[in-house]
Each structure stands twice: as C-alpha cells, then as structure tokens.
Nanobody
Framework: QVQLVESGGGLVQAGGSLRLSCAASGRTFSSYAMGWFRRAPGKERDFVAAINWSGGSTYYADSVKARFTISRDNAKNTVYLQMNSLKPEDTAVYYC?????????????????????WGQGTQVTVSS
C-alpha cells in the first residue's frame, strides 16, 4: 500500500509560480515511478508529468514542457511539481500518483490506468 498526500495548491495570477508537493508513505519510495495528472472542470484527467524511480528520467505533456518541472527527493519520500509561467488554462485539480508495477514501456506512464495509487488532489487556480 502507498498513501499519497498532495499540498501546495492555491490561487495565483497568470505568469506566477507554484510548487506542488506529494508526500508518500508505505512502500519503499525509491522503488517506483511517480506521476502528476490534472482534471479541469468538465474534462478528463490529463497527464502532466512523470518521473522514474531514480529521478533520472522525466516526461512531460507538450502543454507544460519548458514551464513545469517534476523532481523527487527519495530521502524525503516526496515528489514535486514546480509550475512556472502559469496560465489560466492550467486551472485544475492536480493529482499525484504512484506506479508500483514493473514498467514495461515508458509511454504507459502517460496513462492514468498505469498508476496504482492516487492522492486526494489539490486545487490550482490561475486568474487572468
């Protein structure tokens, strides 16, 4: 079992920054991949970013490349999402997720179905 708790969401003006954190407990944190997803009102849950177990490989949705950075601190059992140059269209509930199964293909990390555990979500609102 893995428990995930997100924090760091809030209200920010367009062009501003936020850093989301996701604290994990349960299984050995350094043994599994992590991802961030978001769900805007009336929309599907979309992939944002993912990171492998060591932090050596990261993946991003095209919509956030060069603006968002995913990272992890395995000593603190925490994954982060640094969000810069925020836009109103980034407004959503952001979820972190853990994929504890053996990874067969990297592209599977872009799919919510590849993840086994989810946090409760944190709201990010970007005003124009």
């Amino acid at each position: 079992q893995v428990q995930l708790v997100e924090s760091g969401g809030g209200l920010v003006q367009a062009g501003g920054s936020l850093r989301l954190s996701c604290a994990a407990s349960g299984r050995t944190f350094s043994s599994y991949a992590m991802g961030w997803f978001r769900r805007a009102p009336g929309k599907e849950r979309d992939f944002v970013a993912a990171i492998n177990w060591s932090g050596g490989s990261t993946y991003y949705a095209d919509s956030v490349k060069a603006r968002f950075t995913i990272s992890r601190d395995n000593a603190k059992n925490t994954v982060y999402l640094q969000m810069n140059s925020l836009k109103p269209e980034d407004t959503a509930v952001y979820y972190c997720a853990a994929s504890v199964r053996p990874l067969r293909y990297v592209w599977l990390l872009f799919r919510p179905s590849e993840y086994d555990y989810w946090g409760q979500g944190t709201q990010v609102t970007v005003s124009s």
